[in-house]
């Protein structure tokens, strides 16, 4: 069985205010919020997640809200910028919501892609990359047309203490190959066809930053897919073959996971595509409840008195989940 890893699944940041981020990324760039659960390694913090209307791999951008967290340092070992992809023609919209928004963004051409770059309210790098030929009429949301919405990932890029190693095990064992380069900049690609989002990681080969730190505005880990249970044992093994440490298969309720460092330092996520974010939500009512593990079910009283109060983008109170 050969290895199919299929691009980017999601990127996981940390964020400071809950209601700031939902604003930003649900209101402002008009992603649907399609889950509020916990993190599961610390039931204090909420889990946030973004994408399309189910959520489906290739479009997740997600948080963990730490209100009283310090500012993190962007640094050597970590991805430095999340890049979702746009309709082509786009980016004049853009710039004028962002603008409205009192949001500073800055337009260049990156591997040919026109591409509008910009914070979010906690620093994070955040750009829009014009490659979407024909827009997908199911990409409204709310109240941007499909044809300026946001689609899915564009590219993420990792800030490699080590990039040739990093880009060694890219290419010889998760399924890329090199696509370009450009100003000390490689650009590599999945050679799954079938991936729409997703299929492209930017490795500076020079990064003149220190090693980073974390906190807020600053990416936690990207994950990458794979379609199901038995392409993740395989992908798992080769992954140990490569000489890597990966972490036993965890149940994440809507997908399964593997975690290793690879070699540039950076934290990566193997995540299956299955069960998907409707496994205890219907696909209408995504976002719209407070989602516990069945093992913290029993406290969810005490788990909820613990997270602090937010309103959703259709106007649901958190953690109750009320109007």
């Known amino acids: 069985m050969t290895n199919q890893i299929l691009g980017i699944h999601h990127v996981t940041s940390m964020c400071g205010d809950p209601q700031a981020n939902v604003d930003f990324y649900a209101k402002t760039l008009g992603m649907k919020m399609v889950k509020v659960t916990i993190n599961y390694d610390d039931p204090s913090s909420y889990h946030f997640y973004y994408g399309d209307g ?26 430095d910028t999340t890049s979702f992809a746009v309709p082509k023609g786009s980016l004049g919209f853009w710039k004028e919501r962002l603008a409205a928004n009192a949001i500073e963004a800055d337009e260049s051409v990156e591997f040919g892609f026109p591409t509008l770059t910009f914070l979010d309210p906690n620093e994070m790098i955040i750009q829009l ?19 300026f919405a946001i689609h ?56 003149q930053v220190p090693f980073g730190r974390m906190g807020t505005g600053i990416t936690h880990h990207v994950a990458f897919r794979v379609a199901d249970d038995p392409s993740h044992e395989v992908v798992r093994e080769q992954i140990m073959n490569a000489g890597q440490r990966p972490t036993e298969i965890i149940d994440r309720t809507y997908f399964h996971s593997i975690y290793f460092r690879e070699p540039g ?26 989602q516990l593990p069945s093992w913290l079910e029993p406290q969810r009283g005490a788990v909820a008195a613990g997270l602090p109060e937010f309103v959703g983008p259709t106007g649901i109170h958190f953690p109750g989940g009320k109007k």
């Open 54 to 79: 189910l959520g489906r791999p290739g479009t997740l951008l997600t948080f963990f809200p730490w209100p009283s967290a310090p500012r993190g340092v962007t640094g050597v070992s970590q991805a």
């Open 129 to 147: 990359v014009e490659s979407i030929a024909t827009p997908a009429t199911n990409a409204n949301y709310g109240e941007i047309p499909a044809s």
């Open 152 to 207: 899915g990932f564009h590219h993420v890029r990792l800030l490699s203490a080590r990039p040739e190693s990093t880009e060694k095990l890219l290419t010889e064992t998760m399924n890329y190959s090199l696509k370009g380069e450009e100003n000390d900049v490689k650009l590599y690609e999945t050679n799954f066809t079938g991936s729409t989002y997703g299929r492209y990681i930017q490795i500076p080969q020079n990064p």
């Open 265 to 290: 330092g950076v934290l990566f996520e193997i995540a299956t595509d299955n069960p998907g974010n409707t496994v205890n939500e219907a696909a209408e009512e995504l976002g719209t409840s407070l």
